[in-house]
């Protein structure tokens, strides 16, 4: 099942609250300075993404796809499902905007009582990430000791489809990387308090450093351990993800302070109480997601979690950089005393999502089969199993548009403290995807594929219904430029697509075999297209071409200077 990315990388805006009376000009960021700190989001999110290609390609080849790596990628979920139930939902939901209130400001003290303030305000900041990591720490570790108890139980869970001997590697894999999750826990609560400070370059250089702690585990130790290489891999990874993060808390006093009734503890969870249902239920989704895949083919969850992977390029560069680019200034405006301010920030963050993930998936569609090979068919990896991959890319590509889009309209909800109405649209979502699922995959026959498919109509539902929401809550986006930038996205992706498949159809059967040759052949298409989209884009006037235009340019002026 799809999924927001981790590891976003954006600087400060530089805007303040909203109070009443105050004039609206200049509140909501400018169109430049929102590009660029989605642009930075974005740097953050490749240098992950780059790292992320390559531990997959590792991993494919020294693998390739069968019931055992089946078993890795269904258990692999266990600590995402906890840490996201634990701390991964507070983040944006709760921890984020409430730490961001006991932040002191960004912009340096003009006087000596703003110095005094800013000092108390950081004192206030530190005693509150004292509270969290003693509370944090101590439920981490009783969850964990529980899941090495129950690790037979989650493996029938999970893939209770497999034979025995399947389930009894599922069991070891289970056991060996549960303890992950008291690093990942730890290492969530630290982003919520550089995200606070707006530091953000920290978590950033976390992602790329947990890929890397799984590449370098599979090369040392695939040949003696074989796939329990991997579970031990993804604790290497939360390691180095967390260790990266500890240069950021220099000058921070941290203490043992196991404060239930703290007043950041209580808001915290107030906050966090409704989202706690939304993402029990979509757990409950994946496990029988994972859960039905093992009764089609063994090597289903893994082609599957293949073909999710590189959704989630996208949406991890796209929708999840520019979302929380825009977050923090919607986190900071009423709604009700700046409602033009906070539309037409949150339009320009939905323009931008759309003018970028539409030809993106318009890429994938054409291009998806050689980019599969090129990225996994190695080693291990198999023809018969990119193409399984492929079927499954196809059917997801339906969903990234609609998965896109949803990640802004959750955050617009949740700045302005409304984490209810989110969940309950998951919910709905998550019931559609249990109706749907079985009756495609067993009833009609499509196997795995069903499921996909129904993952897709769960993620069309799911941000058709927000948008809905939307509507009703803060009114029309009409006249912000909404559909004009999805009409000229759809319009400019037509070259895209005529162009890269063009050249793929003339490339195919004169680019040499062997992996240089895959190269060649995904890059000269998929550099066609993205100059063909981005000369359309300049045809149409496209505005959201010059404000990315004005953004680059911008920034290379400034480094040159």
Known sequence: MPGPCRAP???REGTQPVSEGQPLEGIAPSAGRLVRAAGINSLGNVASRVMGLLREAVIAATFGASGATSAFDAVSGVPKMVYELLVGGMLSAALVPVLSEYAPPADPPATPEEETARTRKRAEL?????????LGGLIFLLVTAILELGAPWIATILVGGFDRALLATATLLVRLIVPSIIIYGLSGLLQAYHYANQHFVYPAMGAPAHNLGVIIAVVLLARRLDVASLSIGIVVAALTQFLVQ???????????RLDWRHPVVRRVLGLYAPVVLSIVIQNIGIVIDRNLASRTVNEAITW???ATFLIQLPLGLVSMAISLAVLPTLSQMDAREALEAFKRTFSRGLRLVLVLIIPAAVGLAVLGRPIIALIFEHGAFTPADSLGTWRALRLY?????FAAIDLPLIFAFYAQKDTLTPVIVGIIAVVIYLIVGPTLAFALGWGYLGLVMANSAQLAAHALIM????RRRFGSLRGYGVLRATGQALLGSLPLAAISWGALRALEPIVPGGFAGEVLLVGLCGGAGALGYVLAMRALHMEEWEMLQRALTGRWRRKVA
């Open 246 to 256: 500890l240069p950021g808390l220099r000058g921070v006093r941290l203490a043992w």
């Open 397 to 401: 590509l339906i969903g990234l548009p």
């Open 467 to 470: 948008l809905v929401l939307f």
């Open 304 to 306: 599957m979690a293949k």
């Open 126 to 134: 530190n005693e509150v990430l004292s509270v969290l990591l003693s």
């Open 9 to 11: 990388f954006f600087d």
